[in-house]
C-alpha cells in the first residue's frame, strides 16, 4: 500500500521561501507521478504543482509558475516542492498526492490520484 508523508512546511515572512518534501513508500516509486495541492481554511482544495512518473512533465498552476518548482528523486523516493516569493493568500495545508502512471494531461486531475499525504502546514503572515 503507497504510503506518503510531507515535511518541511513552517511559518514564513512573505517574500520567503520553503521546500516541502514527500517521502513515498510501499511500491516502486518511479511508476508513480507526484502532485501538491493545498487547501485554505474555508476553500476548496486546488492543484498546485505535479511531475509526471517519468519525470519529464511538470506542470503548474497558474499562481504557481515562475515561484514554485517541483521535482522528484527516484533514488530517494522523494518529491520536493520549491515554492519561492510566498504570499500570505499561499498559507494552506499542503499534501502530496501519488498516480500510478497517469497521463500527462490527467496532472492536475485530483481524482486520478490513489494515495495522499496528511499534509503539512504552510504559513505566510508578516
Known amino acids: 500500500q503507497v504510503h506518503l508523508v510531507e515535511s518541511g512546511g513552517g511559518s514564513v515572512l512573505p517574500g520567503n521561501s520553503l521546500k516541502l518534501s514527500c517521502l513515498f513508500s510501499g511500491d516502486s516509486f518511479k511508476s508513480y507521478a507526484v502532485g501538491w495541492f493545498r487547501q485554505a481554511p474555508g476553500k476548496e482544495r486546488e492543484f498546485v504543482a505535479a511531475?509526471?512518473?517519468?519525470?519529464?512533465?511538470?506542470t503548474y498552476a497558474d499562481f504557481a509558475k515562475g515561484r514554485f518548482t517541483v521535482t522528484r528523486n527516484n533514488a530517494q523516493n522523494t518529491a520536493y516542492l520549491d515554492m519561492g516569493r510566498l504570499q500570505l493568500e499561499d498559507a494552506a495545508q499542503y499534501y502530496c498526492a501519488a498516480a500510478f502512471m497517469p497521463l500527462d494531461r490527467e496532472l492536475g486531475d485530483f481524482a486520478e490520484y490513489q494515495a495522499r499525504g496528511p499534509g503539512t502546514q504552510v504559513t505566510v503572515s508578516s
Open positions: 511531475i509526471s512518473w517519468m519525470g519529464t512533465t511538470t
